[in-house]
């Protein structure tokens, strides 16, 4: 099994790479492709060549959740290759992708400006766009499906950590109000190796935690390694801290953080962790 990530904030040492605030992967099994995210602006095709990635033989398409940074490339991507792979969404993915960014004008991150207002951070396609180009939609209202032999696909994440709040300025608009994004639109992928699951992560807004204890129990499986978005950019010290020390009890052999992770913790994993990478767009993992 092989695992790519074709585009996310950090570069590495591959400077002929696009990089940008988003993510995207690419996982080859032996029986099936499988695109998972697409990025913010569809530059990660742009990095396909020189990574060896066919976008031709995607056979899947699974969207964490709702965000720009997340599905930004869907669109090019549909309107560049003629493919109709499957595509795996959460139930709530549509029905909750109205979302917002509330900022008082003084955090910087990419979705903000200098202003206080809410942004829209959502998709820019509907239902309709995807069933035009002849996809078939499989909402994922179970909290475990397989997808494949050997990936399956989480949800409806238990919130056993009660120190991973959610961000009160990640909103969804319902009518005419602003209510805090419950992020039940959070779909994982993990795939079964010889060496136990490797977890992939988005974006982690239920929680990092809540996330791979959920999977650890309802899979009975060990975890080997967990790799993507850890949404700890937001997150105080007193909670970086707390979340590695609960990761090393998991015994988790590696650890690839990506996107959303923030300099502050992964200064903090390197510090702290020794199974702990950086991982920046073009990483390949063979397991
Ligand atoms: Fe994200
Ligand atoms: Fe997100």
Same mark, same amino acid.
């Not at 099994?1 to 591959?14: F, P, Q, Y």
């Not at 499989?138 to 961000?167: A, H, P, Q, R």
């Not at 650890?255 to 200064?267: D, L, M, Q, R």
């Given at each position: 099994?092989?695992?790519?990530?074709?585009?996310?904030?950090?570069?590495?040492?591959?400077?002929?790479?696009?990089?940008?605030?988003?993510?995207?992967?690419?996982?080859?099994?032996?029986?099936?492709?499988?695109?998972?995210?697409?990025?913010?602006?569809?530059?990660?095709?742009?990095?396909?060549?020189?990574? @060896?990635?066919?976008?031709?033989?995607?056979?899947?398409?699974?969207?964490?959740?709702?965000?720009?940074? @997340?599905?930004?490339?869907?669109?090019?991507?549909?309107?560049?290759?003629?493919?109709?792979?499957?595509?795996?969404?959460?139930?709530?993915?549509?029905?909750?992708?109205?979302?917002?960014?509330?900022?008082?004008?003084? %955090?910087?991150?990419?979705?903000?400006?200098?202003?206080?207002?809410?942004?829209?951070?959502?998709?820019?396609?509907?239902?309709?766009?995807?069933?035009?180009?002849?996809?078939?939609?499989?909402?994922?209202?179970?909290?475990?499906?397989?997808?494949?032999?050997?990936?399956?696909?989480?949800?409806?994440?238990?919130?056993?950590?009660?120190?991973?709040?959610?961000?009160?300025?990640?909103?969804?608009? %319902?009518?005419?109000?602003?209510?805090?994004?419950?992020?039940?639109?959070?779909?994982?992928?993990?795939?079964?190796?010889?060496?136990?699951?490797?977890?992939?992560?988005?974006?982690?807004?239920?929680?990092?935690?809540?996330?791979?204890?959920?999977?650890?129990?309802?899979?009975?499986?060990?975890?080997?390694?967990?790799?993507?978005?850890? @949404?700890?950019?937001?997150?105080?010290?007193?909670?970086?801290?707390?979340?590695?020390?609960?990761?090393?009890?998991?015994?988790?052999?590696?650890?690839?953080?990506? @996107?959303?992770?923030?300099?502050?913790?992964?200064?903090?994993?390197? %510090?702290?962790?020794?199974?702990?990478?950086?991982?920046?767009?073009?990483?390949?993992?063979?397991?």
């Amino acid at each position: 099994m092989k695992i790519t990530t074709i585009i996310e904030n950090s570069l590495g040492d591959k400077n002929e790479l696009y990089n940008e605030h988003g993510l995207s992967f690419f996982i080859e099994t032996p029986k099936c492709n499988i695109l998972f995210d697409t990025g913010k602006t569809g530059d990660f095709i742009e990095n396909t060549k020189d990574l @060896h990635v066919d976008l031709n033989k995607v056979d899947y398409l699974v969207l964490s959740h709702a965000h720009y940074d @997340h599905c930004g490339g869907v669109r090019r991507f549909l309107d560049t290759f003629n493919v109709h792979p499957e595509m795996y969404i959460s139930e709530k993915f549509f029905v909750n992708s109205d979302k917002y960014h509330y900022s008082d004008g003084n %955090q910087k991150l990419d979705f903000t400006s200098s202003d206080s207002e809410y942004r829209y951070i959502g998709i820019d396609f509907d239902e309709s766009f995807i069933r035009d180009k002849k996809i078939d939609i499989n909402y994922v209202n179970n909290d475990m499906v397989k997808l494949s032999d050997n990936v399956y696909v989480f949800t409806n994440f238990e919130k056993k950590y009660d120190f991973e709040i959610s961000n009160p300025n990640m909103k969804i608009k %319902q009518g005419e109000e602003y209510i805090i994004d419950p992020f039940d639109d959070e779909i994982v992928l993990a795939v079964d190796t010889k060496k136990g699951l490797l977890v992939l992560l988005g974006c982690s807004h239920p929680g990092i935690l809540n996330i791979v204890d959920t999977i650890a129990k309802r899979t009975g499986k060990n975890i080997y390694g967990v790799i993507g978005g850890t @949404h700890l950019v937001e997150a105080n010290e007193q909670r970086i801290s707390k979340t590695i020390e609960c990761l090393k009890e998991m015994n988790i052999n590696i650890i690839g953080v990506s @996107h959303c992770t923030g300099e502050n913790a992964t200064k903090m994993f390197e %510090q702290n962790c020794e199974n702990f990478f950086v991982n920046c767009t073009g990483t390949v993992l063979e397991v």
